[in-house]
T-cell receptor, first 108, second 116 residues
């Protein structure tokens, strides 16, 4: 499948802990993007990392990209209850293809 | 800017009826995308437009689905006739690529369609 995989499918942590989500893909990419979706809402863009970049930061978010392993990770540091949502990676190459997502639950 | 606007937010219809979903993209954006989200299949790209022209409709499930973009500020996704398996949340998204490619997409709130 062109979509690749995200893991874990679900993640439950306590407030203040870090959350790491992984994304793997199979074809070459132009860039890789991460989105968040709160329950019942549309997706919101978080961060974009280009194929020639290895790491990018935005506030409490850190994204890494390893094109040799065809994988990316999203780290949310010092998580908050408001971070509870589904997180999707989207591979851009020909089209923007979304993964199945990771459901993150942050308990207060 | 109000963001991407979709209407209706919820639609309940009976099998066989025609359904029309509407989308107003962000002003100035040159790409518009229609997606469908279900628990089983996740988020699927149905069709996308560049400067009002359909570029790739390979994700449209069958001939019952059609999409149009008559101008830069309006697009429709039509299902005729609708079937229960079309029940899903349909999202419209827009983006400005310009000379770049695959920039971030801005999603609307979605239309939750239920076909009885």
């Amino acid at each position: 499948s062109q979509q690749g995989e995200e893991d874990p499918q679900a993640l439950s942590i306590q407030e203040g802990e870090n959350a790491t989500m992984n994304c793997s893909y199979k074809t070459s990419i132009n860039n890789l993007q991460w989105y968040r979706q709160n329950s019942g809402r549309g997706l919101v863009h978080l961060i974009l990392i280009r194929s020639n970049e290895r790491e990018k930061h935005s506030g409490r978010l850190r994204v890494t990209l390893d094109t040799s392993k065809k994988s990316s990770s999203l780290l949310i540091t010092a998580s908050r209850a408001a971070d509870t949502a589904s997180y999707f990676c989207a591979r851009a190459g020909g089209k923007l293809i979304f993964g199945q997502g990771t459901e993150l639950s942050v308990k207060p | 800017d109000a963001g991407v606007i979709q209407s209706p937010r919820h639609e309940v219809t009976e099998m066989g009826q025609e359904v029309t979903l509407r989308c107003k993209p962000i002003s100035g954006h040159d790409y518009l995308f229609w997606y469908r989200q279900t628990m089983m299949r996740g988020l699927e790209l149905l069709i996308y437009f560049n400067n009002n022209v359909p570029i790739d409709d390979s994700g449209m499930p069958e001939d019952r689905f059609s999409a149009k973009m008559p101008n830069a500020s309006f697009s429709t996704l039509k299902i005729q006739p609708s079937e229960p398996r079309d029940s899903a949340v349909y999202f419209c998204a827009s983006s400005f690529y310009g000379t770049a490619s695959y920039n971030e997409q801005f999603f609307g709130p979605g239309t939750r369609l239920t076909v009885l």
